[in-house]
């Protein structure tokens, strides 16, 4: 509940501090409104948990930013009604074209690279600004607010509440009381430095220059343009409008110049020598240089405190991976948080949250050091390889299904999975091609997404069979409003999806993630796996 306990002026009018003893108490106090406190209060507004969110800033990101939206991020917002929104107003980046020397040298095509993987087989280009409108637009229609200009300044937490002090537009202090804090706040993040949680790792020698412009060439606006050379590369983005691009690259080690004092034209320069093409430049809406770093957190929790987004890991663009990574640490976090304060689960289950999201970041930052190697790399064979193999037979290549079953899995991040937590029961997996801490992979049921039927922030126990009468048994009315239940034909897609003919059972967590699979049991299985690994108890007295 958001309440006002008490409010006085006590500014004298003489002293330049302002102090004000008014104190708002809420369950989860949210640090940041970038796409990943966006994200998390939206996951929030879905278990009808109260919270506040704050930004020191005046509203959502003018910038561009990131641009490129994942399977797995469409997937999240789909349960939220934006998935529709968001393709509406993004361009998908269907393919793509290999310029070396100012040449094209190979071309690709990757309009449905992820086809019969997800409904959203493809990389969509949609600024990180939108995004944030996107999101920001559900909870203003849900009757939330983000507090603007109002900053954290410091908090205390001890085993039964968070205090933070934060400084309000009009240059007051207030207090907030709350439950839990989740630290959104960006990679210089206050509550990781206050937390005292490490944040080790590397950066990158090399300054990268981002610009959106419009680019008149010789080029179609279809397709994205990745211009290779033996020292770097520079790739030009399309984004919704005529000859708009976002282009990126990056300055030779030796350039010595500071974040900041780099002039635009010199990134002009630098994109005329690299690409080697005739090309004009203009409008250009927005540029920046920025350094990349390779870090993350030592963990993502302490207490009653969280660390979601920049704040717990950044990394090289390669992959375009940082936007979608916060909004999915959101995601896990939300439907903990939940069970939480609303005393279904005990607190452990908040543990989960860094063993998951942790072992996650530790394998993006290896994901998106050897990509920006790859792409960037000085050593000779690497850029041998990407200068003249690369091109000639990226297409081939990309095309067979061992690469793109590969691949698209790992971009577009519905290939994260939680197969070593603690909230994986992996007895009875073993006769199936997924397992448990998979995500619930994608197939259509009487030609609609299988996710149509999954959207309610609840488990899910779903059961396949083909017999009359099995599994009829299934109820789990002790946990009503907890687990909604599923009876589905086994037909042949879901035979092919899951590597089954026989009957079987699996249990969903909230986020769509299998707690466990199984052959046998059903409300049995369920309701031991509900006790003994989520720690949640009947919400009804047994009968
Ligand atoms: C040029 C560029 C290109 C990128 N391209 C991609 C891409 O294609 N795909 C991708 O996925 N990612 C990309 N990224 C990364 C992406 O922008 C970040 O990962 C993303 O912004 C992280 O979101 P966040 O909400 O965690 O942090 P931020 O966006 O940094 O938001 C943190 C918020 O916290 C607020 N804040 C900070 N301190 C306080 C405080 N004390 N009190 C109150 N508020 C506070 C800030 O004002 C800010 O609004 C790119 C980044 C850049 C710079």
Not at 159 to 169: E, F, I, Q, W, Y
Not at 358 to 365: C, D, G, T, W
Not at 372 to 385: K, N, R
Request: net charge negative; glycine share 8%; proline share 3%.
């Amino acid at each position: 509940m958001f309440t006002v306990s008490g409010s006085s002026n006590s500014t004298s009018r003489f002293s330049l501090i302002r102090v004000s003893v008014m104190k708002q108490t809420t369950d989860v106090l949210i640090i940041g409104a970038g796409p990943t406190g966006l994200s998390l209060a939206c996951q929030l507004v879905r278990y009808g948990i109260d919270f506040l969110i704050i930004d020191k800033k005046e509203g959502v990101t003018p910038y561009s930013k990131a641009i490129g939206v994942h399977a797995r991020t469409l997937e999240i917002y789909e349960q939220i009604d934006l998935a529709k929104r968001a393709v509406e107003q993004g361009a998908v980046a269907g393919k793509g074209r290999l310029i070396v020397d100012g040449e094209v040298r190979g071309e690709l095509d990757f309009s449905n690279i992820g086809e019969g993987m997800s409904p959203y087989p493809f990389v969509l280009m949609l600024e990180q600004s939108k995004n944030e409108q996107l999101l920001y637009a559900y909870l203003r229609s849900h009757g939330k607010e983000v507090q603007w200009e109002t900053e954290l300044q410091d908090f205390t937490a001890t085993d039964s509440l968070v205090t933070a002090r934060v400084k309000t537009p009009d240059g007051e202090t207030h207090t907030i009381e709350a439950q839990y804090l989740a630290g959104c706040d960006g990679p210089k993040s206050l509550v990781r430095h206050t937390l005292g949680l490490g944040f080790g790792g590397s950066t990158f020698e090399r300054m990268f220059y981002v610009a959106d412009a419009q680019v008149d060439w010789r080029f179609s606006h279809d397709a994205l343009h990745i211009c290779l050379a033996k020292e770097s590369f520079a790739v030009f983005f399309p984004l919704k409008g005529e000859k708009r691009y976002r282009i990126v690259g990056t300055f030779p080690e030796e350039f010595a110049k500071d974040d900041g004092e780099v002039l635009y034209e010199e990134i002009e320069t630098r994109i005329k020598e690299l690409t080697k093409l005739e090309l004009d430049i203009h409008d250009v809406e927005w540029f920046s240089t920025y350094k990349v770093h390779t870090r993350h957190a030592s963990g993502f929790s302490a207490g009653r405190c969280f660390l979601a987004g920049d704040s717990a890991h950044i990394h090289s663009p390669a992959g375009a991976q940082g936007m979608n990574t916060g909004i999915q640490d959101g995601y896990n976090l939300a439907w903990k948080i939940a069970l939480v304060l609303r005393g279904i689960s005990g607190p452990n289950l908040l543990e989960t949250y860094n063993e998951e999201r942790l072992e996650n970041a530790r394998n993006l930052l290896r994901t998106t050091d050897r990509m920006f190697q790859l792409a960037a790399g000085d050593e000779w064979w690497i850029a041998f390889i990407r200068t003249n193999v690369f091109p000639s037979v990226a297409n081939y290549v990309l095309g067979l299904d061992m690469v793109r079953n590969f691949v698209f899995p790992l971009l577009s991040q519905i290939g994260i999975n939680y197969r070593h937590s603690s909230l994986s029961r992996h007895a009875g997996d073993e006769d199936f091609t997924v397992k448990a801490g998979d995500r619930m992979p994608y197939f259509l049921l009487d030609g609609k997404s299988v996710y149509d039927r999954l959207r309610e922030p609840r488990f899910h126990l779903l059961a396949f069979s083909n017999e009359q009468g099995e599994f009829e048994e299934a109820n789990v009315e002790k946990y009503a409003g907890l687990v909604d239940f599923h009876k589905f034909q086994l037909t042949r897609e879901v035979t092919e999806t899951l590597g089954t003919h026989r009957s079987f059972t699996i249990l969903l967590r909230p986020d769509n993630y299998i707690g466990f699979i199984t052959a046998k049991g059903s409300a049995v299985a369920a309701e031991s796996y509900l006790r003994e690994v989520v720690g949640a108890s009947p919400l009804l007295p047994a009968g």
